[in-house]
Every structure is written in structure tokens, then in C-alpha cells.
């Protein structure tokens, strides 16, 4: 009549000897992709004394004023739906899509273009 009830600490070795624990330790940092290489070559990426081959072209002349009145400008950096297109599209500098964002609005609220473009 002895017979042995099986019980949790009786279960083979090799699960109690794993090389990774179940229960992963919180305070290590865990990164899953560890092994393999990074997306990017590091011996591409530019060191900061050197310049980049891309030239920011003002697409606005130094002449123009950037100005909600100033519709044929501003229709420039519109898209056809009437978004405002993003500073990497149109090609200027902060400061400048900066001042076309706030002229688009400001020509938006005075019905000088529409919100949206129904095309």
C-alpha cells in the first residue's frame, strides 16, 4: 500500500537544469534580437566633423515672403487634399516650415484656401 504519489520535485533533471531560467531576472536588461547584427553598418554612419552629402535646397527664393497672403507660395507646400506636406518633402529648414505651417492656417481660417481639397 506504499504507493509513491508523483510530485513536482520529482520531474526530470533536464527541466530543472535549463540554461535559460523560466522566469527571466527583471533588473538585467533583456534585448531579443541580441545576436544578431545591427541594421545599419556602424563603419557607414558619419562622424560629426564630416558634412552630409545632402543639400538642403531652399525651395523658397530669398525675395519671397513667406505670409498667409501669399497664396501661389503657400500653394507650394500644400498636397492635393490640402495637408501640409512634411519639411523632409518640401525640403526647408525648420524655421521656414515653421512660418508656412502658421500662413497655412492663418490663410485657412480667412477662406484664402480650403481645409480640405474634394477632388
Known amino acids: 500500500m506504499n ?45 560629426p566633423n564630416q558634412q552630409s552629402f545632402r543639400k538642403r535646397l531652399s525651395t523658397i527664393r530669398p525675395g519671397e515672403q513667406i505670409d498667409y497672403k501669399n497664396i501661389s ?10 495637408k501640409i506636406l512634411s519639411r523632409r518633402t518640401n525640403r526647408l529648414a525648420l524655421k521656414q516650415q515653421r512660418l508656412i505651417a502658421r500662413a497655412v492656417k492663418q490663410a485657412r481660417i480667412l477662406c484664402l484656401i480650403p481645409f480640405l481639397s474634394l477632388k
Do not use: V
Open 3 to 47: 504507493k509513491m504519489k508523483p510530485s513536482f520535485r520529482n520531474t526530470s533533471p533536464s527541466f530543472r537544469n535549463r540554461s535559460k531560467p523560466y522566469f527571466r531576472n527583471r533588473s538585467k536588461p533583456y534585448f531579443r534580437n541580441r545576436s544578431k547584427p545591427s541594421f545599419r553598418n556602424t563603419s557607414k554612419r558619419f562622424s
Open 73 to 82: 507660395l503657400i500653394n507650394r507646400f500644400i498636397s492635393e487634399q490640402g
